[in-house]
């Protein structure tokens, strides 16, 4: 079946360090990928996608780029600030009969000042 | 758009009591899943629709559990009866399946059973 799996935490940074969350994938089709932020007290929220093999998904200053080679799409961030603490889920669908939504166990990132 | 509702907020409820978590999806979204999310287990997949049609209902813990979508704008997770080890919170989201949508989120329900 298929599955996500991402690097274990907590991960903790000072404020302007890079960022880098790893992330691989089995799946047994042509997923779309996504990193999924979640915020104390708050559901996941999307921070970015890609459908296709070498797109890259960006937002608010995250990247990750589809490699179907590596089978891999890792989070990266050039300078990350206190309020980018949160949990990141990797995750990935298919559509099968429905969509079939797969999340990875999550990272814990705290960013210290 | 008003995003993915659920209620309530929180509910404290004691064991052996019925609990029943509501949720409204995003209109015009087809697909409707329930997770559940704690510490030691992370964020688990209860049950999941299409169409109102349950899918995928191998997460769900037990008998004791139980979801129903009578129509596309409402959903409902019970627990009869319930027990601490079902505390957590529990979240509702939807997709639109067809066009690779990610999913939405609504902001939980924190569940304690004491």
């Known amino acids: 079946g298929n599955s996500v799996t991402q690097m274990e935490g907590p991960v903790t940074l000072s404020e302007e360090a890079f960022l880098t969350i790893n992330c691989t994938y089995t799946a047994t089709g042509y997923p779309s990928l996504f990193w999924y932020v979640q915020y104390p007290g708050e559901g996941l929220q999307l921070l970015l996608k890609a459908t296709k093999a070498d797109d890259k998904g960006s937002n608010k200053g995250f990247e990750a780029t589809y490699r179907k080679e590596t089978t891999s799409f890792h989070l990266e961030k050039g300078s990350v600030q206190v309020s980018d603490s949160a949990v990141y889920f990797c995750?990935?669908?298919?559509?099968?009969?429905?969509?079939?939504?797969?999340f990875g166990p999550g990272t814990r990132l705290s960013v210290l000042p | 758009d008003a995003g993915v509702i659920q209620s309530p907020r929180h509910e404290v409820t004691e064991m052996g009591q019925e609990v029943t978590l509501r949720c409204k999806p995003i209109s015009g979204h087809n697909s409707l899943f329930w997770y559940r999310q704690t510490m030691m287990r992370g964020l688990e997949l209860l049950i999941y629709f299409n169409n109102n049609v349950p899918i995928d209902d191998s997460g769900m813990p037990e008998d004791r559990f139980s979801a129903k979508m009578p129509n596309a704008s409402f959903s409902t997770l019970k627990i009869q009866p319930s027990e601490p080890r079902d505390s957590a919170v529990y979240f509702c989201a939807s997709s639109l399946t067809g066009t690779n949508s990610p999913l939405h989120f609504g902001n939980g329900t924190r569940l304690t059973v004491t």
């Open positions: 995750a990935l669908s298919e559509e099968n009969y429905g969509q079939n939504f797969v």
